[in-house]
């Protein structure tokens, strides 16, 4: 299945058929442009590369314009690829458009995307640290982590903190992958697909979209009584 790009327009709220309220984030998704079809036999791998939003010529390159004129494309400002087996490769070809039509049967999606910066944090905001004890005698060090040379001794080594030890430092603006989000609603004509969950990044941000690759096991049982 489809791999699409699209834009994060912020949120909104459908009512079902029962008069239900459900908040929903809603998506704008393609239409994409297959810019290239990369095969095993010249690439290494089976891969669909798609391209999403326009730009001007004069903001792009000399090698990436020749490359979406190549698909019989203007300018495209962001591309990306996905993997397909070798059979599937077959159904795309190089200037293909790819909509959300491709998700109308899809129940869930996994929505890829960078999360927002919160720029240089402390431990109890970073990783919910409950902190120092805030009572009488305490030095001023309420949201201080605390120590940190006890953890790093180690017989034989440098003796510095190891890797991955969580301290203060810059928080968010890295990718994010939020699994098996429902799919509420698809607004074929205006390229609309809305879904209930969390979707990372600021409104007008630039995601992709991908069928669910693995389901909670709540909705994989809803998903096996279903079909």
Same mark, same amino acid.
């Given at each position: 299945?489809?791999?699409?790009?699209?834009?994060?327009?912020?949120?909104?709220?459908?009512?079902?058929?029962?008069?239900?309220?459900?908040?929903?984030?809603?998506?704008?998704?393609?239409p994409?442009?297959?810019?290239?079809?990369?095969?095993?036999?010249?690439?290494?791998?089976?891969?669909?590369?798609?391209?999403?939003?326009?730009?001007?010529?004069?903001?792009?390159?000399?090698?990436?314009?020749? $490359?979406?004129?190549?698909?019989?494309?203007?300018?495209?400002?962001?591309?990306?690829?996905?993997?397909?087996?070798?059979?599937?490769?077959?159904?795309?070809?190089?200037?293909?458009?790819?909509t959300?039509?491709?998700?109308?049967?899809?129940?869930?999606?996994?929505?890829?995307?960078?999360?927002?910066?919160?720029?240089?944090?402390?431990?109890?905001?970073?990783?919910?640290?409950?902190?120092?004890l805030?009572? $009488?005698?305490?030095?001023?060090?309420?949201?201080?982590p605390?120590s940190?040379?006890? $953890?790093?001794?180690?017989?034989?080594?440098?003796?510095?903190?190891?890797?991955?030890?969580?301290?203060?430092? $810059?928080?968010?603006?890295?990718?994010?992958?939020?699994?098996?989000?429902?799919?509420?609603?698809?607004?074929?004509?205006?390229?609309?697909?809305l879904?209930?969950?969390?979707?990372?990044?600021?409104?007008?941000?630039?995601?992709?979209?991908?069928?669910?690759?693995?389901?909670?096991?709540?909705?994989?049982?809803k998903?096996?009584?279903?079909?």
């Open positions: 299945m489809a791999t699409l790009m699209g834009t994060k327009l912020g949120m909104t709220r459908v009512f079902t058929d029962a008069g239900v309220s459900t908040p929903v984030t809603v998506i704008e998704l393609g994409c442009v297959v810019t290239q079809v990369k095969a095993n036999e010249t690439d290494g791998y089976n891969a669909v590369q798609i391209g999403f939003g326009g730009m001007k010529a004069r903001n792009s390159t000399i090698p990436m314009i020749g $490359h979406d004129m190549k698909a019989g494309s203007a300018p495209l400002r962001h591309h990306g690829e996905f993997r397909v087996s070798a059979d599937k490769a077959g159904e795309y070809s190089l200037g293909q458009t790819l959300v039509e491709a998700f109308e049967s899809v129940p869930y999606v996994d929505v890829i995307a960078t999360s927002k910066g919160k720029g240089f944090q402390g431990g109890m905001k970073r990783y919910g640290f409950k902190g120092q805030a009572t $009488h005698g305490v030095e001023r060090k309420h949201r201080s605390g940190i040379g006890g $953890h790093a001794v180690e017989r034989g080594g440098s003796g510095g903190p190891k890797k991955g030890k969580r301290m203060s430092g $810059h928080m968010g603006a890295t990718r994010v992958t939020m699994r098996s989000l429902d799919v509420v609603r698809i607004d074929k004509e205006r390229n609309l697909l879904v209930k969950g969390p979707v990372p990044g600021p409104n007008k941000g630039m995601v992709m979209v991908r069928p669910a690759i693995r389901l909670y096991k709540g909705k994989a049982a998903a096996a009584a279903a079909g």
